[in-house]
């Protein structure tokens, strides 16, 4: 699989990894069991590069990936922080820092995380001098070897990549959400920090496999946070409503390589966006861990292709989604 430098870290890592959500809570039920098996099947396929958080399944996910890495050396884990607390910027202190990594140290059973994240935190939190003082302190005293954020809006992120230590800003991008492609990649590409897409199928809706007819479980947040009643609206279908989705989706059909599934198409679309590092698609079993690795080996997708998704953006997308994040 092809390799990409992870911004300030300073490591490589393989362009597809995997969104560890999945294998916590929030999307219906995975056995232990299945899930190693979907971090195995992953790693196999070239993923060098998992990400987690110390709220998916309440540490569960965190717990499970700490398996992984005993039995996979040489892998690049990144965690979150912050999510398991009321959202208010107070709670972002030096004290609190070394508390949640500490517990995501001992989840994943390790002395130095590789990464860690805030998780899209409250908007102010990006301005505060402090906060980034004190992620660098965790650096110093060894308890994380880089730091980023993981974001909502692009303001959000042009904010922390002016950081001169924000290793990494992780953002949602995908066929839905084309506005990061505008300032904040070029911006980062600039300062050398590294772009982590997320929510890259639009929690699944460019798969392909959803229409009308689908229902998702009750423990599953597209069905209980399809209007932001949870957490941000913008993490459930990249914030787009569920039929103007499917109709842009089958508008999309037609561009999709055929030798790709959609899924694969879409994934391919951001790993061809300059300045992405790399992509998170989650998994809930080996099977579609294999199949998303493998849009890394697809050939880049021509131009033609690109405008046709961009078009399909401009008339059904744009106009739900672009001005709020």
């Not at 059973?109 to 102010?124: A, I, N, R, S």
Request: hydrophobic share 45%; proline share 5%.
């Amino acid at each position: 699989m092809e390799q990409r430098e992870l911004g300030r870290t300073g490591r490589q890592v393989g362009v597809v990894g995997l969104g560890a959500w999945q294998l916590g809570a929030d999307w219906g039920e995975v056995g232990e069991d299945e899930a190693l098996a979907t971090l195995d099947a992953a790693v196999d396929a070239g993923v060098t590069f998992v990400d987690t958080a110390d709220v998916y399944g309440d540490g569960r996910s965190e717990q499970i990936v700490s398996r992984l890495i005993k039995a996979r050396p040489g892998l690049t884990v990144a965690t979150k922080m912050g999510r398991r607390v009321a959202q208010e910027p107070s709670a972002y202190t030096l004290d609190n820092f070394r508390a949640w990594t500490d517990r995501s140290r001992a989840n994943l059973g390790v002395e130095t995380l590789d990464l860690v994240q805030l998780h899209c935190p409250p908007t102010p939190v990006y301005a505060t001098d402090r906060v980034f003082d004190d992620l660098d302190t965790l650096v110093q005293e060894g308890r994380v070897a880089a730091y980023g954020v993981s974001v909502e809006t692009c303001d959000e992120a042009l904010t922390a990549i002016a950081r001169p230590g924000v290793a990494t800003v992780q953002i949602i991008l995908n066929a839905f959400r084309l506005k990061p492609l505008e300032k904040v990649l070029p911006a980062a590409a600039e300062a050398g920090v590294g772009i982590i897409a997320r929510v890259p199928l639009a929690s699944g809706l460019l798969s392909g496999k959803y229409d009308e007819s689908t229902v998702f479980g009750a423990d599953d947040h597209r069905t209980y946070n399809r209007h932001g009643e949870s957490f941000d609206v913008g993490e459930t279908f990249s914030g787009v409503d569920f039929a103007t989705g499917l109709e842009a989706v089958r508008r999309l059909a037609p561009l999709v390589p055929p030798e790709a599934t959609m899924a694969q198409f879409a994934l391919r679309w951001i790993i061809d966006q300059p300045g992405v590092s790399v992509v998170i698609p989650g998994a809930r079993n080996p099977g579609q861990a294999r199949a998303n690795a493998a849009a890394a080996a697809l050939d880049a997708l021509p131009e033609a292709t690109l405008a046709g998704v961009r078009e399909i953006y401009d008339e059904l997308i744009r106009p739900q989604v672009h001005q709020r994040w």
